[in-house]
T-cell receptor, first 116, second 109 residues
């Protein structure tokens, strides 16, 4: 099946610093990538949808200047959490979809971010 | 608005059968997914239904009724490793996944 990787798996950073998370589709080209956030004991919350070569579409309530998304190629999307604060500590998961009308999303293993 | 409802938590016994229900109201429908998620891990795909009826895959089966906006995931011969959260998600008219809050399944010996 399709494989999606994320790097790093976990990261601890100081408040005020920026953190970059990479999401790669290893054996397929992803037209669309999604970024989710999941707080403990809660479901996935879609943050943004990213199509290769265009600006990401952010969900309501997600600050686009704080969560910078770059989808520069068909196999790589990055999420940068700028000026991270403790409340940004969460599990960040990316997923990738092959085509616009293809349903299945393939998930990365997630990145656990802890902001001190 | 769009809404996915599923029970918050269920408990079952090892070796038994459990059914996890999901009801949905969405703008458009392009299929319903069930995912399994163990604590601290990303979701993994279990099943996909786009037509009415039952899809069976080993110990897991998933049922869909589009007219009722209803699906269930049936797990047979429960094993301790089945303890996880089970997420119901519907693909809407824009092929965007709308997620339920998940059902935490606790398996007891």
């Amino acid at each position: 099946g399709a494989v999606v990787s994320q790097h790093p798996s976990w990261v601890i950073c100081k408040s005020g610093t920026s953190v970059k998370i990479e999401c790669r589709s290893l054996d397929f080209q992803a037209t669309t990538m999604f970024w989710y956030r999941q707080f403990p004991k809660q479901s996935l919350m879609l943050m943004a949808t990213s199509n290769e070569g265009s600006k990401a579409t952010y969900e309501q309530g997600v600050e686009k200047d704080k969560f910078l998304i770059n989808h520069a190629s068909l196999t790589l999307s990055t999420l940068t959490v700028t000026s991270a604060h403790p409340e940004d500590s969460s599990f960040y998961i990316c997923s990738a979809r092959v085509g616009l009308e293809i349903n299945e999303q393939f998930f990365g293993p997630g990145t656990r971010l802890t902001v001190l | 608005g769009q809404n996915i409802d599923q029970p918050t938590e269920m408990t079952a016994t090892e070796g038994a059968i459990v059914q996890i229900n999901c009801t949905y109201q969405t703008s458009g429908f392009n299929g319903l997914f069930w995912y399994q998620q163990h604590a601290g891990e990303a979701p993994t795909f279990l099943s996909y239904n786009v037509l009415d009826g039952l899809e069976e895959k080993g110990r897991f089966s998933s049922f869909l009724s589009r007219s009722k906006g209803y699906s269930y995931l049936l797990l047979k011969e429960l094993q301790m490793k089945d303890s996880a959260s089970y997420l119901c998600a519907v693909s809407d008219s824009n092929y965007q996944l709308i997620w339920g809050a998940g059902t935490k399944l606790i398996i007891k010996p």
